[in-house]
Every structure is written in structure tokens, then in C-alpha cells.
Nanobody, 126 residues
Framework: QVQLVESGGGSVQAGASLRLSCAASGGTFSRYDVAWFRQALGKEREFVAAIRWRGSTYYADSVKGRFTISTDNAKNTVFLQMDSLKFEDTAVYYC????????????????????WGQGTQVTVSS
């Protein structure tokens, strides 16, 4: 069973950058789709970005052009590069992996992913 550990969160000022990492143990990402979600205080968990195991990427409109999802060559770590951070990006960020098949178009749905990390806090001050 794949296990995920996120890191890289922190407190920054608006306009700064952070890079989140999601490391896999007990397996690799090479055959799985991976996504980042986030949950702000008092709000539902929402889709941020996804990368299919074949390499296609998808982004929420709110982060498009500012965030970049990628994997390392060994496919054991997924990154979320976050630039031009805004106050509204403040949330706990979760990495998730789909180890079971799901409907192709549902890459943005929480239910498509069955393995989750513990989350990492990102706080952006204005």
C-alpha cells in the first residue's frame, strides 16, 4: 500500500513562492494519477492540481498560471510549485493518489483518490 508524506508548507507573505513535496513510500507514482487538494478553515476540501501517470496536468482555475504540478524522474515524489501566492491560498494542502481506476474525467473529484497524505499547512499573509 502506498503511503504519502507531504512537506514544504510554511508561512509566507503574499507574492512569495513555496514548493510542496509529496513523497511516496511502499510504492511509486509511476502508474498512478496524483493530485493536490486543499482545505481552508471552515471550507470543503477543493481540487488544486492533478497529474496523470502519463503526464497530463490539470489545474483549478484559481491557481492556473501560478501553480505547477510535476513529478521527479524516479516518480517517487510529486511537487507543487506555488508562485505569486495570495491570501486566499491559505489552507492545508493534501496530496492524494488514485490506486484504483476512476472515470477519466473525474480527476478533480476527491472520491477518485483513495490514498491521502496527512496534509501540510500553507499560510499566506497579506
Amino acid at each position: 500500500q502506498v503511503q504519502l508524506v507531504e512537506s514544504g508548507g510554511g508561512s509566507v507573505q503574499a507574492g512569495a513562492s513555496l514548493r510542496l513535496s509529496c513523497a511516496a513510500s511502499g510504492g511509486t507514482f509511476s502508474r498512478y494519477d496524483v493530485a493536490w487538494f486543499r482545505q481552508a478553515l471552515g471550507k470543503e476540501r477543493e481540487f488544486v492540481a492533478a497529474i496523470r501517470w502519463r503526464g497530463s496536468t490539470y489545474y483549478a482555475d484559481s491557481v492556473k498560471g501560478r501553480f505547477t504540478i510535476s513529478t521527479d524522474n524516479a516518480k517517487n515524489t510529486v511537487f507543487l510549485q506555488m508562485d505569486s501566492l495570495k491570501f486566499e491560498d491559505t489552507a492545508v494542502y493534501y496530496c492524494a493518489v488514485a490506486t484504483r481506476p476512476y472515470f477519466y474525467g473525474n480527476y478533480y473529484r476527491r472520491q477518485s483518490y483513495d490514498v491521502w497524505g496527512q496534509g501540510t499547512q500553507v499560510t499566506v499573509s497579506s
